[in-house]
């Protein structure tokens, strides 16, 4: 029910692209679109979408690592950057 009443950024990763200091340029960016979509359209609600299989998460955490703890690895750092926003 959305419509057109939405702005979309897309981040390689999501979560993982912003909470992950090895990427800091991907967490300026993200922030400074935030910044932006707040002041050009006074947004106040932020959904931040992880996809299962993400291949930056199997790059950052090893693919075995990542198919164990998937989950988990999601929820870290999805609650990360919940506290950064």
């Given at each position: 029910?959305?419509?057109?009443?939405?702005?979309?950024?897309?981040?390689?990763?999501?979560?993982?692209?912003?909470?992950?200091?090895?990427?800091l340029e991907w967490r300026k960016?993200?922030?400074?679109?935030?910044?932006?979509?707040?002041?050009?359209?006074?947004?106040?609600?932020?959904?931040?979408?992880?996809?299962?299989?993400?291949?930056?998460?199997?790059?950052?955490?090893?693919?075995?690592?990542?198919?164990?703890h998937a989950k988990?690895?999601?929820?870290?750092?999805?609650?990360?950057?919940?506290?950064?926003?």
């Amino acid at each position: 029910g959305l419509g057109e009443r939405y702005d979309q950024f897309i981040l390689p990763g999501a979560s993982l692209g912003v909470t992950q200091h090895h990427y800091l340029e991907w967490r300026k960016t993200f922030f400074t679109v935030l910044q932006l979509a707040e002041k050009l359209h006074q947004i106040k609600t932020v959904i931040i979408i992880d996809h299962d299989d993400c291949g930056m998460y199997q790059k950052v955490y090893g693919e075995k690592t990542y198919h164990d703890h998937a989950k988990e690895l999601h929820h870290k750092n999805l609650a990360q950057l919940k506290e950064m926003i």
